[in-house]
């Protein structure tokens, strides 16, 4: 059995396939990225329009770039969204949420209070580092490992150059 394959518990039913099934999208995609990424949008969106109550004091953040801060914040959503569902593109979602996250800085109350920023700073970054896995080679079941590649005294030679015994 190779290490990467993993069998499911006895009994698990349909709970334990989704979560396999779910592991596997998962690892094929950004899917940190585009978490950070969605979860940065929602600060950035919201805290503008919150009414804070202290007291009897109520603080009304919105500004007159309530609708910038909507903006960037629905674009970081839809951007996460798009390194989940299209990880061609995860480079060019990357970089525009970091952009976004520096953009929310001076638009949205400081970038929703710097929460909503270093989310989108993360999540920007994550996506632009993830790279696709390899997929993994399976060795041919013919041959035991290691029988292809002895020499005549057990010693291994590259295949197509000099070897090193005296013959």
Known sequence: M????????????SFGRARCAFRGWRGRRPFWGGLWTILAGIPIMYIPYQTMTLGD???????????????IGVLLIVLGLTMWFQPQ???????????????????????AFIIGLLLALVGGGLGVS???????????ADEPPGAADD??????????GPSLLKE
Do not use: C, M, Q, Y
């Open 2 to 13: 190779s290490a990467d394959t993993r069998s499911l518990p006895s009994g698990s039913g």
């Open 57 to 71: 004091l109520h603080i009304r953040l919105a500004t007159t770039a309530g609708a910038g801060s909507l903006i």
């Open 89 to 111: 593109s995860r480079v060019f979602a990357g970089v525009a949420t970091i952009l976004l996250g520096l953009v929310s800085l001076v638009v949205s109350n400081f970038g």
């Open 130 to 140: 993830w790279a696709p896995g390899k997929p993994v080679e399976e060795e041919p």
């Open 151 to 160: 020499g005549p005294s057990g010693a291994s030679a590259a295949p197509g």
